[in-house]
């Protein structure tokens, strides 16, 4: 049973031709009747689910928007982008390429899922933040700021990418206590110890020691810098 229906009223936007959606029946928190934001066709929101389009959000190509996922705001969705589950991309967000935001994740704010990526679970990509490549972002991790989680990155767990991060590949940032891992070309942050890089190089052992870490956990501290240091300019590894 259909649950909407295009109406004759269009929005043109970098060549793409949206038709604004009307709400056919109650379903979630929308009502019969109630106006949607922008499709390029019906097979860009799914009739089955809770799923919607609103406010100017604009859903085009062969990307799609079912289960009960929302795009909402100003936020785009294109190419053959696929926001699923209960996922809500909002803002002025974008999602394009092959990419998929699904579970309960959040894209929003000028942030851009692109490529190959994915973000999943509870993960909140926001802000300015960038996930591309084949980056995977998900458990509750959060990545915000100007941060490029890129290439085959994985962020996971309770895991916090923030700031100017750059780059964060082929970086593999688990969290179980609500790790900040930023990098910039001067810096790299881990937790709440910001240093240079050669500084960590140097010192990550005895950091490690001073908050009462592990071996395993000193181990990880050092192959996640030693994987940053690979990326920062003019730093020997």
């Known amino acids: 049973m259909k649950k909407y229906e295009l109406t004759s009223e269009t929005m043109n936007y970098g060549g793409w031709v949206g038709y ?3 709400a056919l029946r109650d379903f979630g928190i929308v009502k019969a009747g109630d ?7 019906e097979k860009n929101l799914s009739y089955d689910g809770t799923a919607w389009v609103s ?13 009960d996922a929302r795009v909402c705001g100003n936020a785009g969705v294109y190419g053959n982008a696929q926001i699923y589950g209960s996922a809500m991309v909002y803002g002025n967000a974008i999602a394009y390429g092959n990419a998929g935001v699904c579970g309960d994740a959040m894209v929003y704010g000028n942030a851009r899922v692109c490529g190959n990526a994915m973000v999943y679970g509870n993960a909140i990509v926001y802000s300015d933040a960038w996930v ?4 995977r972002v998900s458990g509750n991790a959060q990545v915000c700021g100007d941060a490029r989680v890129y290439g085959t990155a994985q962020v996971s767990g309770d895991a916090w990418v923030s700031g ?7 970086l593999y940032i688990q969290g179980t206590r609500h790790a900040l891992t930023t990098s910039s070309r001067a810096e790299l ?29 000193i181990e990880e501290y050092g192959r996640h810098i030693r994987y940053a240091a690979k990326w920062l300019e003019g730093v020997k590894t």
């Not at 106006?35 to 066709?41: A, K, Q, R, Y």
């Not at 100017?164 to 082929?170: L, T």
């Open 20 to 22: 604004r959606i009307k």
């Open 35 to 41: 106006l949607g934001g922008w499709v390029e066709s």
């Open 55 to 67: 406010g100017n959000a604009l859903v085009t190509d062969n990307a799609r928007v079912f289960g």
């Open 132 to 135: 591309f490549g084949t980056a």
């Open 164 to 170: 100017n991060a750059w780059p964060v590949s082929p």
């Open 189 to 217: 942050a881990i937790g709440c110890e910001s240093y240079s890089v050669d500084y960590w190089l140097e010192h990550y052992v005895e950091i490690g020691e001073q908050h009462g870490y592990t071996p395993e956990q």
